[in-house]
């Protein structure tokens, strides 16, 4: 199985990284400068699940090749920019994004082989071609309402287990989507609200209050689509988590940088209106977010 991973960040270095490292062949589509160093230096992983590597993958800044799968792992607003850098048809599409609206983007130019998919884990580019994932979990899951797509999804579960990535085929793209969706709202909102790892939030009476109200909130909005999700399972998944596990929202706030703030929580809020739901906790969370960004 030939493997192209577009954007090598904090997700999609640490997906490269691993594939290579497993022997699959694996082929870095990214900015020139990008391409530059990983030619030169490697890609360079700190993973506190895969250890110290340094693996050396093709790179380039355009892929013309019909891989047989594209992992899309940029941030959502460079994705139609980067998509730019792919000429080729990949058998199958997956993407490693937060939100929503990507789906459909990607379903536009790929058709059904762009699928749904999500990752759980915490992990950052430090400089180009440096990745430190930091977090004890890791967990992918695909998943697609269309049938065509779904023995290649199969496959490349396989490829991923191999390569020490744990996933799992979801049973709907609604409930893979919003079950990753409504707990990154949650802990990304908090977290960047208070400044504050996910432990010391939970530890704050208010903190942890409003916590468990974007929980509900999002829930609310995803059962509406028909993701049938419980929040008490992300309740419990919460209070399991990690105390130090923060979120790439709030180091992007306190580090002065575009944040996708309006991909996470803006699209609860916006799908949540779309069904007349209201959404008063994670919008006072955006706002907040909002007033600490101006300040930075």
């Not at 390569?163 to 793209?173: I, N, Q, S």
């Not at 609310?220 to 209070?239: C, K, M, S, Y």
Request: overall charge negative.
């Amino acid at each position: 199985m030939r493997v192209a991973v577009l954007g090598p960040g904090g997700v999609g270095g640490l997906v490269a990284a691993a594939l290579h490292r497993a022997g699959v062949p694996t082929t870095v589509v990214a900015r020139e400068e990008t391409v530059a160093v990983i030619a030169e230096r490697g890609l360079r992983l700190s993973s506190l699940r895969l250890g110290e590597l340094v693996v050396h993958p093709a790179a380039t800044s355009r892929l013309d090749d019909d891989v047989d799968v594209l992992v899309v792992a940029t941030r959502a607003r460079e994705l139609e920019a980067a998509l730019g850098r792919v000429s080729g048809a990949p058998g199958l599409v997956v993407p490693l994004l937060d939100g929503l609206d990507h789906v459909a983007l990607l379903r536009e130019r790929f058709g059904p082989r762009a699928v749904a998919a999500t990752i759980a884990v915490q992990s950052e580019r430090v400089t180009p071609g440096v990745i430190l994932q930091s977090s004890p979990s890791l967990r992918v899951e695909l998943a697609s309402d269309h049938p065509s797509p779904r023995p290649r999804m199969a496959a490349f579960r396989d490829v991923l287990r191999t390569a020490e990535l744990p996933t799992r085929l979801g049973d709907t793209e609604a409930c893979v989507l919003w079950s990753r969706l409504v707990y990154a709202t949650a802990v990304a909102c908090t977290t960047a609200a208070y400044d504050r790892p996910i432990g010391a939030v939970r530890d704050h009476p208010r903190a942890r209050l409003e916590l468990e109200a974007a929980v509900d909130e999002g829930a609310a909005a995803a059962n509406a689509e028909g993701a049938q999700l419980d929040p008490d399972a992300i309740l419990r998944t919460l209070w399991q988590a990690d105390p130090a596990t923060s979120s790439t929202l709030a180091r992007d706030i306190a580090a002065g940088r575009d944040d996708e703030l309006e991909t996470i929580a803006g699209a609860v809020v916006r799908h949540a209106a779309a069904h007349d739901l209201a959404t008063p906790t994670i919008s006072d969370l955006i706002a907040r977010i909002r007033s600490r960004a101006l300040l930075a």
